[in-house]
């Protein structure tokens, strides 16, 4: 089975500190994905990476910066936290670069708390 | 402007009854088709997903249908169980500044009566 880790379920933070959330995959899949889910907006891609040191920006990218030095990790980070980048984070994988012929695979989530 | 509908209103059904979803899309013309079931706190489950040549989908007790005349998916949980209670995701492949990845839907959640 693919598993996609993520490396804190709750955070919570100070308004103003760099924030990092981490995402490891275990199946070797070249695409990775980071999402944010609100309430009443769904899931809004932020970040994409379809191959290592290779990212795309997404919907909505401000606030916010990646990096992906290994195939299998995939870090979010927030380089000034705002209280209005509280939300559910989630990463997710796939294998393929055809988006949309293959599943993505997400992890459980972290729930960003800002204050 | 590009739009994926699903209903906002939970959808309440008695067990044993089939639970019946409807993804509608507006301005996009996807090859591809995926359902994804989300618990609360949980990331979303991949489904199934149906090729935009494909009429129909099964998966144990679900259905998936695409019409891409009518720019609709149906989701059908037959048999539905309290433990089908869930929201569920569509989501279909989009281009975007010339990438081609998966766009979704908000959700429609479904609650099983038992």
């Known amino acids: 089975d693919v598993k996609v880790t993520q490396s804190s379920r709750y955070l919570v933070k100070r308004t103003g500190e760099k924030v990092f959330l981490e995402c490891v995959q275990d199946?070797?899949?070249?695409?990775m994905f980071w999402y944010r889910q609100d309430p009443g907006l769904g899931l809004r891609l932020i970040y994409f990476?379809?191959?290592?040191?290779?990212?795309e920006k997404g919907d909505i990218p401000e606030g916010y910066s990646v990096s992906r030095e290994k195939k299998e990790r995939f870090s979010l980070i927030l380089e000034s936290a705002s209280t209005n980048q509280t939300s559910m984070y989630l990463c997710?994988?796939?294998?393929?670069?055809?988006?949309?012929?293959?599943?993505?695979?997400f992890g459980p989530g972290t729930r960003l708390t800002v204050t | 402007s590009q739009k994926i509908e699903q209903n906002s209103e939970a959808l309440n059904i008695q067990e044993g009854k089939t639970a019946t979803l409807t993804c509608n899309y507006t301005?996009?013309?996807?090859?591809?088709l995926q359902w994804y079931r989300q618990d609360p706190g949980r990331g979303p489950v991949f489904l199934l997903l149906?090729?935009?040549?494909?009429k129909e989908k099964r998966k144990e007790r679900l259905k998936v249908t695409f019409d891409t005349t009518l720019k609709q998916s149906l989701f059908h949980i037959t048999a539905s169980q309290p433990a089908d209670s869930a929201t569920y995701l569509c989501?279909?492949?989009?281009?975007?500044?010339?990438?081609?990845?998966?766009?979704f839907g908000k959700g429609n959640q479904v609650v099983v009566i038992p």
């Open positions: 990476s379809y191959d290592v040191k290779m990212k």
């Open positions: 199946m070797d899949h070249e695409n």
């Open positions: 997710a994988s796939s294998l393929g670069t055809s988006g949309g012929r293959y599943e993505q695979y």
């Open positions: 301005n996009y013309s996807p090859a591809y």
């Open positions: 989501a279909l492949t989009a281009w975007f500044y010339g990438n081609n990845r998966l766009a």
């Open positions: 149906i090729r935009e040549n494909e």
